[in-house]
Each structure stands twice: as C-alpha cells, then as structure tokens.
T-cell receptor, first 114, second 113 residues
Framework: GAGVSQSPSNKVTEKGKDVELRCDPISGHTALYWYRQSLGQGLEFLIY????????KSGLPSDRFSAERTGGSVSTLTIQRTQQEDSAVYLCASSLDERVYEQYFGPGTRLTVT | AQSVTQLDSQVPVFEEAPVELRCNYSSSVSVYLFWYVQYPNQGLQLLLKYLSGSTLVKGINGFEAEFNKSQTSFHLRKPSVHISDTAEYFCAVTRSNDYKLSFGAGTTVTVRA
C-alpha cells in the first residue's frame, strides 16, 4: 500500500520567506509526527498529532514554526520568516495510533534557506 | 528525559563480515527501543523494536539486537553484511508511556567488497 508521502521533496527559499511543507500519512493512521534532521542537531522531534486531541508542540524550536492537521489526515508544517539555521530535512511519520510503537517515515523534504 | 548514545559514528566493514553497532541509552523509567535504517536520500525504515519479552529481537534483513537492561544497551548485529547494507543506522528510544522518539546521532556503515 501507499506509504507516507511528503511534498515538495526539495525546497530552496530565500531567508525571510515563508514555506509550507506537506505530509500525507498512511490512510487510517491517526497519529502523525514531524521531525527535523540537521547536521548539527541530528534527528529532533517537532510536533505530534493524535486524532482530535490538542497537538503536542513541545519540540517546535520557535514561534516561527507551526503545524496543522486538517480532517485528521494531511498535515502542513509552516515556517515563517525562514532563517539559515532552518535548513534541514523535515521528516514526517505516522502510526496507527499512539499505542502502536511503529512509526512509518516519509522520504522527507530537504529545505535549503539561502 | 531519555538520551541515546551511539558509540560509533562510522563503521567500515568488508562484505560478508559481521558488524555490531553500539547503542546505549539513559532513562530512569521503562523504555521501548528501536533501530532504524536510512538509505541515501530516503526516509527512515524500522529494522526492529524492543517493547517487552525476549531480550533478543530479530528484525528485517538479517539484523538482530539484544536489550541489556543492566548495561542500558541495545546493540545491533548482523553476522554477514552485504554491499546493500551501506546506510546510516539510528538507535531510538521512547518511554513506555510516551510516543516521542529520541534518536542517537547515527552510525554510518560502509560495506566494501
């Protein structure tokens, strides 16, 4: 079946611009996660959505970062006023629910801020 | 909070030789442990997980790992590697009542003929 998909696969943007990254989880998966993979920080948790519950935003690095999940499916991660330190690969993952400790990852979006 | 240390950043190995990737974690509570593999320009793929039960866990592609609670370790092994095992490997941990994964820094395995 279809896995987690992310778009775009690559994004180059100028410093100060806003960007939106999209994640399509596996159909039927109620839990969705965003992680960031960067050279300096490794893999970091950003945000978690589970069903209709309030998201866990504890990993977002600043208030320039936000995310939403519409209809319990597709999620968008938005970075406002991008900075060079935002350059990283942004990975999305989903799981059947929060009790199933197997997260399926998408291929990621490579963001480069120039 | 839990943390994960992968003791080797790079592991070169010859084809058909065994490999061991070391992972230690620190946590004061019960944890679940995972190994993920990331092939070039791809997302992470789960190799195996330890939730409970037998401390020797078998995963995909011939990998296995052993959970050692007293040494807080979860080392990954494969008795005979292939060129196709060239990838980056990540150890991850989460508390048993949590869902956020904490990852190690990764170990790059390069298999040479």
């Amino acid at each position: 079946g279809a896995g987690v998909s992310q778009s775009p696969s690559n994004k180059v943007t100028e410093k100060g611009k806003d960007v939106e990254l999209r994640c399509d989880p596996i159909s039927g998966h109620t839990a969705l996660y965003w992680y960031r993979q960067s050279l300096g920080q490794g893999l970091e948790f950003l945000i978690y959505f589970q069903g209709n519950s309030a998201p866990d935003k504890s990993g977002l690095p600043s208030d320039r970062f936000s995310a939403e999940r519409t209809g319990g499916s597709v999620s968008t991660l938005t970075i406002q006023r991008t900075q060079q330190e935002d350059s990283a690969v942004y990975l999305c993952a989903s799981s059947l629910d929060e009790r199933v400790y197997e997260q399926y990852f998408g291929p990621g979006t490579r963001l480069t801020v120039t | 909070a839990q943390s994960v240390t992968q003791l080797d950043s790079q592991v070169p190995v010859f084809e058909e030789a065994p490999v061991e990737l070391r992972c230690n974690y620190s946590s004061s509570v019960s944890v679940y442990l995972f190994w993920y593999v990331q092939y070039p320009n791809q997302g992470l793929q789960l190799l195996l997980k330890y939730l409970s039960g037998s401390t020797l866990v078998k995963g995909i592609n011939g990998f296995e790992a052993e959970f050692n609670k007293s040494q807080t370790s979860f080392h990954l092994r494969k008795p005979s590697v292939h060129i196709s095992d060239t990838a980056e490997y990540f150890c991850a941990v989460t508390r048993s009542n949590d869902y956020k994964l904490s990852f190690g820094a990764g170990t790059t395995v390069t298999v040479r003929a």
